[in-house]
């Protein structure tokens, strides 16, 4: 191109014998180097010694020095040839002159791109910077996501002492996890909070210690007019730690938090929603959980927020645990131990190094929902696990539907699609379970069989991580959600009333319930019909197995009697939902109260079993009995990976606490007890069951240990609590245990437990009591 230019350039003027055109251009090349060398290595110093030093570059600079070589050699080739056909150089004097103008317009562009568009040390300055987010891309390789923690963090070792490079290793010792995190990033997706952003800005501020929190990434999601000319100005943002991240078009929650993220240069990464208050302390938990293991994810207690105020509207009793249904939703509920399966939604923490061997979030997931379902089930099959922070309290603002709660910004997105591609992420042959839900099913006969999109990221993930474990896998790990809870059941059924002939009917849809609950009624039996089946649901909390009712098939809900259904309780607490079917034939609940049909009428009629059956139609039987196929493809999964599951039942064997084993068998260490009445009350035999709840049938009863002042239900070790000061009869197994009034039982001779707050007093049998 130089030559070209050359020669085009020399045209018409006279050349001194022995510089053709061909050879002038050529002739930059063949004369001495020294000096034309010489010339060109100052004129590329600055971005040399900046590339060297390990400063961002800018293309800027890199330009000016490329125009200054060209121009050079350009010159340097064109002037007329001296003695012996060498060309001659401009003069000296001319050349430190333009050396000093190039350095000082390199050295200003170095400058102003560090303070407008550096990372690292503004942050560490304290007045963080204004950034661009950068595009969606696939998930790094575990050589990139090792060399960009060790910049992050300037640390070369991962937890335990492991050298990040070292190969991928599913199943790694606990000591091979350990690590001692000193900072936390905190990433707030915002989109149009406005006020409620800084908000939350100031509140992690103040709630978190300097040397702990390392910034706060605000990733703003399209904002008009954006945060940084609003709420998040320069001088906020330097006072507070805040890095800005902007979108100019809002793509949602799901890409806003991935650009968070992979912005975040803390040891721990923790999102959040925009609109959350952190209570004292909430970092500590993080701190030390993540900590002992730096692939787990850890989720707070979230509680209200009050919005005016912007405190936590009341004290503890926050939720985190989910579990997650056959269609990609979460419901709230899980295991009595600090783990869990799933997380709801935007509310959690992981390292930076488990961020990026992970593989983040979905890039091609938009919007909000799914990412959850990703995530939760992620953890736990590629090697890492989730847990509940005991004492780590974020107050959530909940959207309540007044104009002070409502969301302000564009909605973007498809949050059946996001689900659908979580699932056949991580799902594998599970996924055919969509199918029986008709909106995952239209769906695929309207776009095809791979409507959701390409998933090679997910395969590059399991690719680098050993190919995760099977989705089975994860299903027994959570026994006492899927198979305690009924939800991976040995049979389904019809409910056939066998004087009418008609079945019961759930009138919902599979899935979720809209309003949270639904209606039952007498229908025409039809085994081709999905919502005529129902199995066993719930966990029963004398036993700690399944079950102790009855829930629709592919849907979260469980049956409630007459009123219908409501959603199920899967820990067995709801004693609305704690139905069975009798040996005889009843359908009938702990209250000895039954269901049956009225002659000329489908309604579902409630009352006293012996008058429902006297009249001709209580008798109930199960109809149509098959083992549905969630339960064929689990138990496939076991029989081809036999050593997987026995060391993983090995592991669960570990935690699980049956009241047999609490009870030393039933040899005599727990005791049932049965409410005392008052004098000239009615004789009738009340225990308490496993919900706090009085029932009449002994063999409902749940154990207790009476033990320093306390009595605690055998199995959970919730401990007995007088839920209302005006009534005896209201008790409840409370999970946090305490020394107020309402927790203090007192021994009265050796078979009388007695609660002084009240005028109660329980006697205590024997455990287990049989009819």
């Known amino acids: 191109t130089i030559s070209r230019f050359v020669r085009v350039a020399r045209i018409g003027r006279p050349r001194p014998a022995g510089c053709a055109v061909g050879r002038c251009a050529l002739g930059a090349m063949a004369v ?38 060209v121009f ?19 003069p000296a004097r001319f050349f430190p002159l333009q050396l000093f103008a190039l350095y000082g317009i390199q050295i200003w562009l170095l400058l102003f791109h560090h303070v407008g568009m550096g990372a690292g040390s503004a942050a560490s300055a304290g007045g963080l910077e ?39 290793v599913l199943d790694a010792p606990p000591e091979a996890l350990r690590w001692s995190p000193k900072t936390i990033s905190v990433v707030l997706p915002c989109a149009e909070e406005r006020e409620y952003a800084i908000k939350t800005v100031k509140s992690f501020f103040e709630m978190t210690p300097p040397e702990v929190l390392h910034e706060i990434v605000v990733v703003d999601d399209g904002s008009r007019p954006p945060l940084t000319e609003t709420f998040l100005t320069e001088e906020v943002r330097k006072k507070y730690k805040v890095k800005v991240c902007r979108h100019e078009e809002t793509v ?127 953890m736990w099959v590629c090697g890492g696990e989730i847990v509940a922070a005991p004492t780590s309290y974020v107050a959530h603002m909940w959207r309540t539907g007044d104009s002070k709660t409502s969301a302000h910004y564009r909605h973007v997105g498809d949050t059946m699609k996001n689900r659908a591609r979580a699932i056949h992420a991580w799902f594998g042959e599970f996924a055919q379970k969509l199918n029986d839900f008709p909106g995952f099913a239209g769906r695929e006969q309207r776009g095809g069989e791979r409507w959701y999109g390409d998933m090679s990221t997910f395969d590059k993930v399991k690719q680098r991580l050993q190919g995760c474990r099977p989705f089975a896998w994860y299903l027994r790990r959570f026994k006492t959600v899927y198979e305690d809870a009924g939800i991976i059941p040995p049979d389904i059924f019809m409910l056939k009333e066998e004087s009418s002939g008609l079945c019961i009917r759930f009138m919902g849809n599979a899935g979720t319930s809209g309003a949270g609950r639904e209606r039952v009624k007498f229908g025409t039996c039809d085994d081709t019909n999905h919502r005529f089946f129902w199995h066993l649901g719930n966990v029963d909390r004398r036993t700690g197995a399944c079950c102790s009712g009855f829930r629709a098939w592919n849907t979260e809900q469980c049956f409630q009697g007459a009123s219908g259904t409501g959603i199920c309780e899967i820990t067995g607490t709801n004693m609305m939902q704690q139905w069975r079917l009798t040996s005889d034939g009843l359908l009938q609940h702990t209250n000895g109260r039954c269901v049956g049909s009225v002659k000329g009428s489908h309604e579902v009629k409630e009352g006293p079993c012996i008058s429902l059956r006297s009249g001709g139609g209580g008798k109930f039987s199960k109809v149509a009995t098959r083992v549905p196929l969630e339960r064929e493809l689990y138990e496939k999964a076991m029989a081809e990976h036999p050593e997987m599951f026995r060391l ?39 225990c308490l069951d496993s919900s706090g709840g009085l029932v009449s049938r002994r063999e409902d009863c749940a154990p207790v240990i009476v033990v320093k002042g306390h009595v605690k239900e055998a199995v959970s070790g919730d401990c007995l609590d007088t839920w209302s000061d005006s009534d005896d009869e209201t008790w409840g197994f409370y999970p946090a ?35």
């Open 32 to 69: 001495p180097f020294s000096a034309c060398l010489g010339r060109i290595a100052f004129l590329c110093a600055v971005p040399l010694v900046a590339a060297l030093w390990g400063a961002e570059g800018d293309q800027f600079v890199d330009m000016l020095s490329g125009v200054a070589v």
């Open 252 to 378: 949602g929650l799901i890409g806003a938090k991935k650009t968070g993220g992979d912005a975040a240069s803390g040891d721990i990464v923790a999102f959040f929603d925009c609109h959350v208050a952190p209570q004292k302390g909430w970092y500590k938990d993080f701190l030390r959980l993540i900590g002992e293991n730096y692939r787990r994810m850890v989720v707070p207690q979230i509680t209200a927020l009050d919005v005016d105020t912007w405190t936590q509207v009341g004290s503890g009793g926050g939720m985190s645990k989910c579990y997650v249904t056959w269609d990609g939703d979460f419901k709230w509920g899980g295991p009595q131990d600090q783990y869990m399966g799933m997380l709801s939604g935007g509310l959690a923490g992981m390292s930076k190094r488990w961020w990026n061997e992970s593989g983040g979030f979905d890039d091609q997931m938009l919007g909000w929902g799914g990412e959850n379902i990703d995530q939760g089930v992620r």
């Open 130 to 168: 204004l950034v661009r987010p950068p595009a969606p891309q696939s998930p790094l390789t575990a050589r990139e996501g090792t060399q960009l923690l060790q910049l992050a963090t300037g640390d070369v070792q991962g937890g335990g002492g492991k050298a990040f490079s070292q190969p991928f």
């Open 72 to 90: 050079e050699v350009v010159l340097y080739a064109c002037l007329p040839c001296g003695r012996k056909g060498r060309h001659a150089l401009r």
């Open 737 to 771: 245990c305490h020394d107020g009034d309402n927790q203090k039982f007192v021994m009265q001779g050796p078979s009388r437990v007695c609660s002084p707050s009240t005028s109660a007093c329980f006697a205590s049998h024997p455990w287990p009591l049989h009819s």
């Open 648 to 686: 993983l039942n090995q592991q669960l064997g570990l935690q699980q606490k049956p009241a047999d084993a609490t009870c030393g068998g039933g040899k005599g260490t727990c005791v049932a007890l049965a409410l005392v009445g008052a004098p000239g009350a009615s004789e009738q035999f009340r």
